[in-house]
């Protein structure tokens, strides 16, 4: 089961991430996880959010570039190695990570990590194999 991931096109520029996180604010929009891969010039926002199409629609609004990515969020248990096993797990049956990011929650036996991998539904199908629980989209955004 994937959810969906906010990619925006951010310029290096002072307040610019600042605006963005402001203008998802006024439209009720609550990060639940984030993630920012920079250049010189400019930066891709990754964001997971309670109300996707709420902050879709504010972002395009405003004139940002801005795009949805189907990834894997999984919940993992808070413990070192957690991370480990899931990797070693895609790994072993030849999946693909393009990039992960991970966040924790109020519940402190638990945390998730966003995947982007190259082939969502084997991802899903070999974790489930392996006892490790892919969230709902509902559950991610309720956090």
């Known amino acids: 089961m994937t959810i969906d991931q906010i990619s925006v096109f951010v310029e290096n520029k002072p307040g610019r991430l600042a605006g963005i996180t402001e203008l998802l604010s006024g439209a009720n929009v609550d990060i ?23 902050a879709l629609e504010a972002l395009k ?5 801005v795009s949805v990515t189907q990834v894997l969020a999984v919940a993992i248990e808070d413990v070192p190695g957690s991370l480990a096993k899931a990797l070693r797990i895609l790994s072993d049956a ?3 990570v393009e990039y992960a990011y991970a966040f924790i929650t109020r519940n402190a036996d638990v945390a998730y990590v966003i995947f982007r991998v190259e082939d969502t539904e084997r991802a899903t199908e070999i974790f489930a194999e392996h006892g490790i629980k892919t969230a709902s989209p509902q559950e991610v955004y309720d956090i």
């Open 32 to 54: 639940r996880a984030l993630s920012i891969a920079d250049t010189a010039d400019f930066g891709i926002l990754r964001i997971i959010v309670n109300e996707p199409v709420v």
């Open 94 to 96: 030849g999946v693909s």
């Open 61 to 65: 609004a405003a004139g940002i570039a």
